[in-house]
């Protein structure tokens, strides 16, 4: 879609650095820029006239927007942007790209939804795997000629297309693509503002700061009237055109009511400006873009219409009106316009009384409905109109966040929380599901308390005698505390729900006593671990579980070994061996801890060619049933099996995947993992560079770490990079600080 402007006006210098960077693309290579600049300065003029210019010398440009009031849509401003350029593509230029790369696209691009006809889709934690098949579209469509795309108002973007953004400018695309997006420095996500700084130090992005107009500059925009507007307006060029609109003859502003723009440091006169500028509309047309600001920015008339409660002719009709006042404009698309500037559009959406503004929302919802939209595309409206209690409400937030939980987590935790807020607190069950779903996406952005938050509430509501739900609430929520590194609390947590299980002998407590071993690991208290896996497979074998057996097992092997009980270690693990490899995968995926703690223990002790069969087998069985919990795990296990074992490009590949799962979930302890895998991998294959990069980093990062296992092995490997890079010297000394 194109950004569409008006009177274009200096900004030479500014549109003069974006030609280098152009040119690097043009040669091949990939580029990206950041337009940095306050609410008004011109950041979408100027990013309209480059993208003008880069149309008109051939190259193909595509643009988009975020929007402020719609930033739950998951991957909004990329689908903005590509969607109908991608409906109206020859399927034929698709065919090249693989079948799970089609799959992935066409959860990300409805245009495409039509090509996802792989049978299995990535894990969550596997959500990388869209970012790369975006990646790999991007490539293709600049294979004719330069691909330039340009986002708008990337600081509402939603969290998805942060995620997407971040692994864009990490890993470029390996074609000429250009990357062209404008924020505003005081508003973004801690996230963005995060993966565009880290892009900037790295050379990958080029920084354009905007500034104010000079007085020339601003006598060109406005004419005359800057004399009695420049100092009012701070040289800022919507501010400026905003305030020339509003002066009489002799060049006095009036003194109509202002319009609120809450969070926003506008001049007084120039919301007096906004305010007198909408007095000048019809009723019927206010009407209709009162319900536009509602229905979204883009907008079509018909959802206008809808929230208005207009009739459509009548929208038409205020479409014409608005279009010839400005107030809106045409984009490519048809039937489908935009406002001229986002603060006017947050002018008519905050100046609209509160009450019928909950009626539009309401009646955008059912519109949608009743076209058969998604529940994402419908929760939008329900979150600002619903009623607490409202059963079908409640269904629609619930479905929205199933539906985007696999790719947009953070957007599924957003609407998983609203349909809390209008949960009556007497459905129980159905709260503690929305808290167990909210948690399990908040873990996957990385936000560990507030996901252990939405457990302990969960836990504080379960009835006292629901012993297997609380055990496994209590079960997950010392998974949480553990990634927070308060595995003191986990343990404590743990044997206390088991203390007060009434049946000690049963599938639950195993699971208790086998996750108490598993986090003795961590606190280095193995004979405790010993004794507790050895109750568990004691329980697990007078129950006749096998697979419960064989994950207790496992267990006890790794704490023998610890332990330096040899034989009885080798003797478990041949145990553990014939029961998981007696299991079918339906079920096998019913306790995937087996075969994941059984090879993980094998890598431990040496068995290599077992361990790359068990993690190989689970991690299929997990992505064919989409859990996704023991992913990193299984990661870490097999790519440390597959570099002993000679396959270096393997390891390689899988542990790149790894590092971009473990980046996206913010779990450090799992990202010190796989880079330090990654690093001994790129050793082995002879890329010191990578080696040693991938090495300091996890060094680095470990250094915030509670000391362990972590930072020991960090050091030491850094220190292996160090050696064959030639400093031994420093590769001494950090082994003597550190390790």
């Known amino acids: 879609m194109a950004l569409l402007t008006r009177q274009f006006v200096g900004r030479a210098e500014e549109l003069g650095s974006f030609e280098p960077v152009l040119a690097e693309v043009d040669r091949g290579g990939a580029a990206a820029i950041e337009l940095r600049g306050e609410p008004g300065i011109g950041k979408s003029r100027l990013l309209a006239e480059f993208a003008d210019r880069a149309d008109t010398r051939g190259r193909l440009v595509l643009a988009g927007s975020a929007s402020e009031l719609e930033r739950e849509l998951p991957f909004a401003v990329f689908v903005d942007a590509l969607d109908e350029y991608l409906r109206g593509l020859d399927p034929s230029r698709l065919q090249h790209l693989d079948e799970d790369v089609l799959t992935e696209l066409a959860h990300v691009f409805p245009s495409l939804s039509r090509l996802a006809t792989a049978h299995v889709v990535a894990l969550q934690h596997e959500r990388y795997r869209a970012h790369r098949a975006v ?31 971040g692994a864009l400018l990490r890993r470029p695309p390996a074609a000429p693509v250009l990357i062209a997006l404008a924020v505003r420095p005081r508003q973004m996500p801690e996230r963005l503002a995060a993966a565009l700084e880290r892009a900037h130090r790295a050379a990958e992005l080029m920084r354009v700061e905007l500034g104010a107009l000079t007085p020339v500059e601003a006598r060109e925009l406005v004419g005359e009237k800057v004399d009695v507007l420049f100092e009012e307006s701070g040289g800022n060029p919507f501010y400026l055109e905003q305030l020339s609109r509003s002066l009489s003859g002799d060049g006095a502003s009036s003194g109509s009511p202002e319009v609120a723009l809450t969070g926003i440091d506008v001049p007084s006169a120039v919301a007096a400006s906004l305010s007198e500028e909408l007095a000048l509309l019809s009723d019927g047309a206010r009407r209709v873009l009162e319900g536009a600001a509602v229905a979204g920015d883009p907008f079509e008339p018909e959802l206008a219409a809808a929230a208005a409660d207009a009739s459509e002719a009548e929208a038409m009709d ?3 009106e608005l279009l010839q006042l400005d107030l809106v404009r045409n984009t490519d698309v048809p039937r489908r316009f935009r406002f001229r500037h986002p603060l006017v559009r947050r002018a008519v959406y905050e100046a609209t009384p509160g009450g019928w ?6 009646r955008c919802a059912q519109a949608l409905a ?30 929205a966040g199933e539906e985007a939980v696999r790719l947009a987590p953070a ?8 349909a809390l807020r209008l949960l009556p607190h007497t459905a129980v069950e159905e709260r503690i599901e929305l808290l167990r779903a909210r948690s399990g996406a908040l873990t996957a952005v990385g936000r560990f308390a507030d996901s252990h938050d939405a457990l302990v509430e969960a836990l504080a509501i379960a009835p006292e005698n629901s012993h297997a739900l609380r055990a496994k609430l209590a079960r997950a929520c010392a998974a949480v505390e553990s ?7 986990a343990g ?10 009434p049946d000690q002998g049963s599938p639950e407590a195993v699971r208790l006593m086998t996750e108490l071993a598993v986090n003795l690991v961590w606190r280095a208290r193995y004979e405790e671990m010993h004794e507790w896996a050895e109750r568990a497979v004691t329980v697990a074998r007078r129950l006749e579980d096998a697979p419960l057996t064989a994950a207790a097992l496992a267990v006890s092997v790794l704490a023998d070994s610890m332990m330096g009980a040899a034989e009885r270690a080798e003797a478990n693990r041949q145990e553990a061996t014939a029961i998981v490899d007696s299991l079918s995968d339906d079920e096998l995926a019913e306790h995937l801890e087996a075969p994941t703690r059984l090879a993980g223990t094998e890598l431990y002790v040496g068995r290599y060619a077992d361990g790359d069969r068990h993690a190989a087998r689970a991690l299929a069985v997990a992505r064919a049933t989409g859990q996704g919990e023991l992913l990193l795990v299984l990661v870490a296990t097999l790519g440390g099996v597959w570099r002993l074992r000679g396959k270096l490009a393997e390891a390689g590949e899988l542990l790149d995947g790894g590092i971009e799962a473990a980046r996206l979930l913010g779990n450090t302890h799992a990202l010190v993992w796989t880079l330090l895998g990654r690093s001994a991998a790129a050793l082995h294959a002879g890329d010191v560079e990578l080696a040693l990069s991938a090495a300091q980093e996890a060094f680095d990062l470990s250094r915030d770490l509670d000391e362990g296992f972590h930072s020991a092995e960090a050091a030491v490997d850094l220190a292996r990079a160090l050696l064959e ?9 950090l082994l003597l600080g550190s390790a």
């Open 135 to 165: 990646r790999a579209l991007f490539e293709l469509l600049a294979r004719t000629r330069p691909l330039v795309l340009v986002l708008d108002d990337f600081h509402w973007a939603d969290s998805a297309s942060i995620e997407l953004l």
């Open 318 to 320: 205020a479409v014409d």
């Open 357 to 362: 503004r909950l009626g539009a929302h309401e």
């Open 370 to 399: 009743t076209r058969g939209a998604t529940a994402a595309a419908r929760a939008h409206h329900v979150q600002r109109s619903a009623r607490e209690g409202d059963a079908d409400a409640v269904a629609v937030l619930h479905e």
């Open 411 to 418: 957007s599924a935790a957003q609407w998983f929380a609203d």
């Open 483 to 489: 990634l927070l590194g308060r595995h003191e609390q």
């Open 492 to 501: 404590a947590r743990l044997a206390g729900v088991l203390e007060r299980l």
């Open 725 to 733: 890079t030639g400093e031994a010297q420093r590769a001494v000394e």
